[in-house]
């Protein structure tokens, strides 16, 4: 007889007979009152009730219980078993702490770039606006002219604001340091929704007439300014113009964004006559949207601007509009990467699954003699697969924990090392261990507990009894009948790990290519430090002053070998300008990033000479004007044709080829560097950039 089934019925018998007492009760004392027992023992039932849904909601009440401390029964039998057998427990725990721990830590990394919406009120209205370049690539920039017409006839954006980065020198207490900041439109703060700290945001009076005021974050304001309440009228100096400080911006606003300072921008764009002019001006763009209004409704705006802008009154290749969310242009870039690096942690933990339920399949195996006991006692098959679901759920959380553990440790070295996969030093704050990754860790957990725990209690539950109680053991049966579940997952376990080799030996081939590539120059002990000079403040003069006697210092440091400086320098990824000239059909007959460098730049850097000469002292101002350029800058632009003694841009002449270096890449193309005397274009004023940089 079933033991579960007794005792169900001796508590039902138990509950009759309580039900009954407390009937009876009611009737003698309504008796003891004058009432008649036969309308004593109605009046009692009425009062009491129905006495059928009573058993019921006792039954349930008494199945709970049941289940509840049945499952706790099983919850300790499995944990005093996987601590009995640690071997086992350890193995499986540390490799789901792996699987989740990766799972995990992409997961807090997506949830703060790509699920987590822009910190400003209805972010999901804020749109970004740009142009296709002429080579069919977003610009992520809108023309100025372009941008004034269309803020004027659209109906789709209830306000818009064009802003550009900046970078200026702040000099507060004799300290001058160079920071970033933002030109931006008033209308700018009020589509992000943002409310000053103190004071006040500029206005449009201000923006038109560029008035000398600034707006700080509230980072610069505690830093350089001592968080200064009186800090609202006071004058702080940018790029050497005294500027009046007008409001700080909040942190909440501010903390973990690059811009540091405000300054107003007017857009009053020069109206030009249809055709090519060579001058573009353009501005990054945002609005927000009208309530009802999609992205294809300011689109089809913008592209009637642009339009109508061209020359022949068509779209040409480089004027199609670029309409899209403002969260997926800040992180529409970082979101793809991600999700692939989502779904590869994803079939990493599915090789665990894979492997721990092989584990688990031998050791199913192993016990089918006490399954079958616990069944010969009347256990049913669905108690046999729930113990075994409670023990992989019990390591599933174990793994969980230790894997969250691993999270903590490696996020913050994740994010520091890997900056460019978060999208922005924002994103990057918010990655932590949450109430998000907790849960997302938890539900990971159980679905693995089933996923590689199912099959083994699928199993176990289906041993024979006759024959496995008979064998007295464990029997090679049992291990043919798992033979096949484990083939398979062996199998594919291999096909998964072949596919992550081969993926990793790409990997490692790549990187190996890049490491062993010849930069072209000698990157070993050498430093590159960038300065800026206000243009306002320096004449050519006094900047190849300024340089001659930093040189001077700089030579005489121990240790220092050689030094220069140069106006842009491939081995630190910066240019000085590009330039692009035209054949008579419009097209482009040279491309290349022009470097400014003095006498010991090629020795400094030790630079490759394959043809010719370098730029020596004997290259200075009235005689010929001279260049060194690439070895692809022959490739690209000379159509491999002998170099030396080749004139470019129509004024100078090549003297010397040396070994490819990195090159600007702008729109999907490459521009190959082409060296000049800094000698040569410093002799007038007027050819003095505005920002002298990239000392070597």
């Known amino acids: 007889m079933n033991p579960f089934r007794w005792f169900g019925r001796s508590r039902r018998d138990d509950l009759s007979e309580e039900i009954q007492s407390h009937i009876d009760e009611k009737t003698d004392e309504l008796i003891a009152h004058g009432m008649a027992r036969a309308d004593a023992e109605r009046e009692a039932l009425r009062a009491f009730g129905n006495v059928t849904r009573v058993r019921e909601a006792a039954g349930d009440v008494w199945h709970l219980e049941s289940l509840l401390e049945s499952i706790a029964t099983d919850v300790r039998y499995a944990l005093r078993g996987l601590v009995q057998r640690p071997g086992f427990a350890i193995a499986v725990i540390l490799t789901l702490a792996l699987g989740i721990g990766a799972n995990a830590v992409v997961f807090a990394l997506v949830n703060a770039v790509v699920l987590r919406p822009l910190p400003y009120p209805n972010s999901d209205r804020l749109i970004s606006l740009s142009q296709m370049s002429p080579r069919g690539r977003d610009g992520r920039v809108l023309q100025d002219v372009a941008y004034d017409d269309w803020r004027w006839m659209t109906t789709s954006a209830q306000s818009s604001a064009a802003y550009e980065e900046t970078q200026q020198v702040l000099n507060e207490a004799g300290r001058p340091e160079r920071i970033n900041g933002m030109a931006a439109m008033p209308t700018y703060f009020s589509i992000l929704g943002v409310r000053p700290l103190i004071g006040r945001t500029f206005d449009e009076s201000e923006a038109r007439s560029s008035a000398p005021v600034v707006v700080l974050s509230e980072q610069l304001w505690r830093t350089r300014f001592s968080a200064d309440a009186g800090i609202v009228g006071r004058h702080a100096t940018f790029n050497g113009v005294q500027r009046l400080v007008i409001g700080v911006l909040p942190a909440a606003f501010t903390y973990g964004r690059p811009e540091q300072f405000w300054l107003p921008l007017h857009v009053a764009p020069v109206r030009l006559p249809p055709g090519p002019s060579g001058e573009f001006i353009g501005y990054s763009v945002m609005a927000r949207l009208r309530d009802g209004v999609t992205l294809d409704a300011v689109r089809a705006e913008l592209a009637t601007v642009l339009a109508r802008l061209s020359p022949d009154n068509r779209p040409s290749s480089g004027q199609r509009a670029v309409v899209m969310t403002l969260h997926e242009r800040r992180h529409g870039e970082t979101r793809r990467p991600l999700l692939l690096l989502f779904g590869a942690v994803g079939v990493l933990l599915l090789t665990a699954c ?32 729930r113990f075994v679901l409670i023990e992989s759920v019990a390591l599933s959380l174990g793994g969980a924990l230790v894997g969250l553990l691993l999270v903590r440790a490696s996020l913050g070295w994740f994010v520091h090392i890997s900056p460019g996969s978060i ?95 010849d930069p072209g120059f000698r990157p070993e002990k050498l430093l590159v430090a960038n300065i800026s000079l206000a243009y306002n403040r320096y004449t050519a003069a006094t900047a190849k002053a300024f340089f001659d006697a930093l040189m001077a210092r700089v030579q005489g440091a121990p240790g220092v070998q050689s030094v220069s400086y140069s106006q842009g320098t491939p081995v630190a990824g910066g240019t000085r300008s590009v330039a692009i000239t035209m054949d008579k059909g419009g097209r482009a007959r040279q491309r290349y990033a022009e470097v400014a460098v003095d006498s010991a730049y090629f020795k400094t850097i030790g630079a490759q000479l394959v043809a010719g000469r370098l730029i020596g002292p004997e290259d200075r101002a009235g005689s010929q004007l001279v260049a060194v350029v690439t070895e692809d800058f022959v490739r690209l632009n000379l159509d491999s044709a002998p170099p030396l003694g080749r004139t470019i841009a129509g004024k100078f002449t090549i003297v010397g080829v040396v070994k490819d270096m990195s090159e600007t890449r702008l729109d999907g193309e490459r521009y190959p560097p082409m060296f000049f005397p800094l000698a040569q274009i410093g002799a007038k004023e007027e050819s003095l950039p505005r920002t002298v940089r990239d000392m070597i």
């Not at 089918?368 to 006692?377: C, P, T, V, Y």
């Open 354 to 385: 894979a492997n721990i339920a092989n584990l688990a399949l031998a050791r199913a195996a192993r016990r089918e003699r006490e399954f079958a006991l616990r069944r010969a006692l009347g256990a049913s098959r669905g108690r046999i697969v």
């Open 423 to 517: 999208g922005s030093a924002a994103q990057a704050q918010a990655i932590g261990v949450n109430g998000a990754l907790v849960a997302y860790a938890s539900a990971v957990a159980i679905l693995t507990a089933v996923l590689f725990g199912l099959v083994p209690a699928l199993t176990a539950s289906r041993a024979p009894l006759n024959h496995t109680l008979a064998a007295g053991g464990i029997q090679a049966a049992g291990s043919r009948r798992h033979s096949f579940a484990r083939r398979a997952l062996v199998v594919g376990e291999l096909a998964v790990a072949l596919v992550f080799l081969t993926g990793a030996g790409l990997v490692a081939k790549t990187f190996w290519r890049v490491a062993s590539a």
